[in-house]
């Protein structure tokens, strides 16, 4: 069953008939599993992964570390999901270190980055600090290197 | 000046170059062809072993090693082996490192084979065999192998070859190019036979990772004292060209292959042997992934073929379909050669690997799912046409 996930996971396309052949497991099964496991969150949603670089869409992302002032009784729940409800906001995570969360903006520009870490995230209660770090370039993004596959060496025919 | 006129080896003149060569040059001069006429993986190797290779290089690991091979490298096959076949082979003095497996066979019939000794050799089979025990000096013995019966290695077509010359079976499995892999019962079946006549089996085991039904039946499990085991990183890790594999045999037969090994390879590349170290201490996920792309496709392709009404046992091993094309009522050569210069797609053709694969052709599926996708939409426009 873990198959089908495989499947879908680098083909989110994929139909039911084409994971059965893929995967030797029948059709219809495919098919009840698949139906089972949207509707119990095993499979979030079906999206693409775009390259939005190459679109010539340009787009700016900054990762920014922030600090959380300690309050006694209280975790960084209320802040990490203040901060994850801006549309602005991609990804919010708790990590270990020296800061607290380390979130990830995107914008059209530098500029409404800037000013949406500015006015808004440093102005959340208890956010005491963040730091900046401005994204240059994807080499790798969600398992997927975004470099240019190697090419294929091998003679056409041999033993 | 001429060259001196004195006659060339005979053995070696009595050799006709390998029939993949004809279509190697065909295909080569050709643009936009699907290539299923691969027999390495479409793989790059692992990063973390061509990783460990560049620090190797870049610190000086570009030496000589004992001529065995590393002994790091050493331990860690024979305790794999432990691990997956069961088997117990002494790192010191049962396992030598190679050039690939085609090194352990050049050695295993060098050090086995007196002038006029028999090796019974079932075809279809890879194409190297049946040359390699005639430039060792012995005759080789090719025994048709049934389609009909998924080229299993019957021990009555094979005990109908034995003689009293007879000194040993060589052959693979999963198979290059049947993909066909063996039971536990015949190679327990063929191992009882070796016992009777008192044979060697020369068992390649070079496709070992690459099974697609259960696990792997290894040979030296079932007959451990007249086994000689040959085994690599070529296919299972991708890494072809890195030429490094091994060999392991009981004490006596592996010292006289240590001996031809010492005077004329003396060692597997250095580096290459640091790879493949690397390959078994991290790549296993990668060999996994691998394994279960190989499976789809597998599934895919032959399900193809079948639609077109080329059928082929599903093979349980390798990454090769042997299909008949005899519904076409082409012969291997006519139809490989139509589908080559009609649709672009390189096949080998069957006749190259014995004559009992004259009716078929050698499909790999080491190419990715969309080509494999468009090879089969070209064959069915050749068969069609």
Known sequence: M????????????????????????????????????????????????????????ERVTAFVDVTVAPERGRGFDDVAERIARFREIRAVHLVSGAQDLRV???????????????????????????????????????????????????????P | MSTPQKPFSRVVEAIPPSGIRKFFDL???????????????????????REAAIHALEHGATTYTSNSGLLELREAVTDDLADRYGVRYRAADECLVTSGVSEGLDLTLRALLN??????VPEPCYVAYQP????????????????????????AIIGAAITENTKAILFGSPSNPTGSAQSAADIEALAALARE????????????????????????????????????????????????GYVCAPEPLAQLMHRIHQYTMLCAPHMSQIAA????RTAQDDVDEMVADYDRRRRLFSKGLDELGLTCPVPGGAFYVFPSITATGMSSEEFAEGLLTQEKVAVVPGNVFGPSGEGHVRCSYATALPQLEQALERISRFIGS
């Open chain 2, 197 to 244: 006549h008192d044979l060697w089996l020369l068992s390649d085991e070079i496709y070992d990772r690459l099974t697609y039904h259960g696990t792997h039946t290894p040979v030296s499990a079932a007959a451990w004292e007249r086994t000689v085991l040959l085994g690599g990183f070529s296919k299972s890790y991708a890494m072809t060209g890195w030429r490094v």
């Open chain 2, 277 to 280: 170290l690397e390959a078994m």
């Open chain 1, 104 to 158: 990830e903006v995107e914008g059209a520009s530098m500029k409404e980055v800037a000013d949406f870490v500015a006015q808004k995230l440093s102005g959340i209660d208890r956010v005491t600090a963040t730091s900046t770090h401005f994204l240059l370039r994807r080499y790798k993004d969600d398992g997927q290197l975004l470099t240019d596959p190697e090419p294929d060496q091998r003679l056409s025919v041999t």
């Open chain 1, 2 to 57: 873990r198959e089908i996930l495989t499947v879908l996971e680098s083909d989110a396309h994929a139909s039911s008939e084409r994971i059965a052949t893929l995967t030797g497991i029948d059709e219809a099964t495919v098919r009840e599993q698949v139906a089972a496991w949207e509707a119990s969150g095993v499979i979030r949603r079906y999206k693409a992964v775009v390259d939005w670089d190459r679109f010539g869409d």
């Open chain 2, 115 to 120: 002038p006029g000794d028999e090796v019974i």
């Open chain 2, 132 to 155: 390699c025990v005639a430039f060792a000096g012995g005759v080789p013995v090719p025994v048709a192998l049934d389609p009909g019966d998924a080229y299993r290695l019957d021990p």
């Open chain 2, 27 to 49: 295909a080569q001069s050709m643009q936009g062809v699907i290539s299923l006429g691969v027999g390495e993986p479409d793989f790059p190797t692992p990063w973390s072993a």
